[in-house]
């Protein structure tokens, strides 16, 4: 499982900017065959930064606009750790069809997607805009369970997965 940090040049990934082709691009970065179960996870986090979670370490330079790469191994934390956790994902549930839900709900949800895998400290997002609302999370937590968090981050969490939201990336907390 790799982690890679693709540094992008607007200027020469026109058209990248629409969640679906670059979700197209990514696939094809990840594994070409489109038939194939490659658990991929893909963000742009800015204008110029794009993170890909896969099971094979992507051929970044099929992605357009990309001009240098960072690919790492997917980190695991051990139970007890606390962690910074970043998360961009359009919240939603089932009634009767799939609906947005009210900020006022995102702390319940993110404890549900959570459970099991890590004990939220602090949360906080921002609106990013689309339809359904993406929003970009960030927060604290404790690791409760190692193996639950490595699927977390292979999985996503929630909806859109394929354009562009739900990937959980985590990081030690520094010692304060």
Not at 33 to 52: K, M, N, Q
Not at 93 to 106: S, T
Not at 130 to 141: D, I, L
Not at 149 to 160: K, V
Request: charged share 20%; hydrophobic share 40%; proline share 7%.
């Amino acid at each position: 499982m790799y982690l890679a940090r693709i540094n992008l040049d607007p200027a020469r990934s026109s058209g990248m900017d629409q969640w679906a082709a670059m979700g197209q691009a990514v696939r094809r970065a990840v594994d070409p065959d489109p038939a194939s179960e490659a658990r991929v996870l893909w963000a742009r986090t800015s204008p110029g930064t794009l993170v890909i979670s896969s099971d094979t370490a992507p051929a970044w330079g099929k992605v357009p606009g990309a001009t240098s790469a960072a690919i790492h191994p997917l980190s695991r934390h051990p139970e007890g750790e606390s962690v910074r956790w970043e998360l961009i994902s359009a919240p939603t549930a089932r009634r009767g069809k799939r609906v947005p839900l009210a900020e006022d709900e995102f702390e319940d949800w993110l404890s549900g997607k959570f459970a099991g895998a890590l004990d939220l400290t602090s949360a906080k997002w921002k609106r990013l805009g689309g339809r359904p609302a993406r929003y970009h999370f960030t927060g604290e937590a404790v690791v409760r369970d190692s193996d639950a968090l490595q699927e977390l981050c292979l999985n996503g969490i929630g909806a859109g997965t394929a354009t562009g939201a739900g990937l959980l990336l985590v990081s030690p907390l520094a010692p304060q």
